[in-house]
């Protein structure tokens, strides 16, 4: 059985969820917080989150917590989705190895990913007392970068890919 399918359903699934939580997002971006959730991940300093949370009222804060939730799930929907892509990629650059091993650190992102929403949690529910924000900044910036990485090699193969077909076109 072929996997693009399989690939396809994950990757639907995956932009769902994306569309679903930027749509949650959206009440959350003020002047405090102008990149929403994505401020308050990397705020890094109990009186950096103190002041977001402050600019947010129940409502978003409710809506930033149901946010939190929901990203447990899209997790495991982006670490599987990514790794799918690695892998394909790989086999479009004939490097198998990498592609396995920048699969593989994405599902370290997914961990770190979960670490910054219990850190964030506990920041949301009591009070973000340090070390919490910190360890949240720390973690999405390397979760971040971790995904970046493994963006850029599904860039990679995908730029093989269209000029290997570029050339069967052509030839």
Do not use: H
């Amino acid at each position: 059985m072929s996997k693009k399918p399989v690939f396809w359903v994950w990757l639907l699934a995956a932009l769902v969820l994306m569309a679903i939580l930027n749509w949650l997002n959206a009440p959350l971006v003020n002047p405090t917080a102008p990149w929403g959730v994505f401020s308050w991940q990397l705020a890094g300093s109990s009186q950096r989150t103190l002041a977001i949370l402050a600019a947010w009222d129940a409502r978003t804060q409710l809506l930033a917590a149901f946010g939190l939730g929901l990203d447990y799930l899209f997790m495991l929907i982006y670490a599987v989705t990514l790794n799918l892509a690695c892998r394909w990629s790989a086999e479009k650059l004939g490097r198998a190895d990498w592609g396995a091993w920048l699969g593989s650190l994405v599902y370290l992102a997914v961990l770190l990913d979960a670490l910054e929403n219990a850190c964030l949690f506990i920041g949301l529910i009591g009070k973000p007392v340090s070390p919490y924000p910190e360890v949240a900044a720390i973690s999405a910036g390397v979760k971040f970068t971790l995904i970046s990485l493994a963006l850029t090699w599904i860039l990679l193969g995908g730029l093989v890919a269209v000029g290997q077909k570029a050339r069967n076109f052509s030839g």
